[in-house]
């Protein structure tokens, strides 16, 4: 059973920094790709970040040279470091994963919440201005 658990949410002031970190259980295949997505309230969710098994990675233009997605393999963990952040960038964030059939029939070069079976619970970040 795949298990993702994202931490390091919090309140951070404009122009901060945080980092995610997104537990992962479960996930065998030999083949990998994740991405982190954001929701806002009364907006729909978003694509932030991907990353496919062989590290080539994707960002959203909202956060292109502000955040960074990486994964640590040996620890089973994705982050996403999000650096300069804005009032805008305020959301839950989830981290998600494709799932087998996905690896074998959507891309691993576009977010699109549709692309992604397993998802995390969410950490909630604010920014303030």
């Known amino acids: 059973q795949v298990q993702l658990v994202e931490s390091g949410g919090g309140s951070v002031q404009a122009g901060g920094s945080l980092r995610l970190s997104c537990a992962v259980s479960?996930?065998?295949?030999?083949?990998?790709?994740m991405a982190w997505f954001r929701q806002a309230p009364g907006k729909e969710r978003e694509g932030v970040a991907i990353i496919d098994s062989d590290r080539s990675t994707k960002d959203a233009d909202s956060v292109e040279g502000r955040f960074t997605i990486s994964q640590d393999n040996a620890k089973n963990t994705l982050f996403l470091q999000m650096s300069s952040l804005k009032p805008e960038d305020t959301a839950v964030y989830y981290c998600a994963a494709q799932t087998f059939r996905q690896l074998g029939t959507s891309p691993c070069s576009t977010a699109r919440p549709d692309y992604f079976g397993f998802w995390g619970q969410g950490t909630q970040v604010t920014v303030s201005s």
């Open positions: 479960g996930y065998t295949y030999v083949r990998r790709c």
